[in-house]
């Protein structure tokens, strides 16, 4: 079973960027492909990027297309989520999800793909 922590969150002023940083502990990441979502106040959980095991295959929400960039290092057990250009409508509890596959390029949009979850870092953006 793996273990998810997330980091990075913070209050910054619109257009700025943050860097969240997802580490795995307890099995190698290179196992899972990985994804992240976010919650508004108020809202349910949201799709927002996904990336395979390889780190070949990416995918993102139409909403943060172009100014988030998701990665991975594998070697450091961490996945990334690179985000300009922040609105305040990025406002959200940012999470990492793990879905262990045996395909090196398939990845997961959908909540329910996901068996791991961390516990969310917080993403506040200010007009």
């Known amino acids: 079973q793996v273990q998810l922590v997330e980091t990075g969150g913070g209050l910054v002023q619109a257009g700025a960027s943050l860097r969240l940083s997802c580490a795995a502990s307890?099995?190698?990441?290179?196992?899972?492909?990985m994804g992240w979502f976010r919650r508004a106040p108020g809202k349910g959980r949201d799709f927002v990027s996904a990336?395979?095991?390889?780190?070949?295959?990416?995918y993102y929400a139409d909403s943060v297309k172009g100014r988030f960039t998701i990665s991975r290092d594998n070697a450091k057990n961490t996945v990334y989520l690179q985000m300009n250009g922040l609105k305040p409508e990025d406002t959200a509890v940012y999470y990492c999800?793990?879905?262990?596959?045996?395909?090196?390029?398939?990845?997961?949009?959908?909540?329910?793909?996901?068996?791991?979850w961390g516990q969310g870092t917080p993403v506040t953006v200010s007009s």
């Open positions: 307890g099995r190698t990441l290179s196992d899972y492909a």
């Open positions: 999800a793990a879905e262990g596959t045996w395909h090196d390029n398939y990845y997961y949009t959908r909540e329910s793909q996901y068996d791991y």
């Open positions: 990336i395979s095991r390889s780190g070949r295959s990416t």
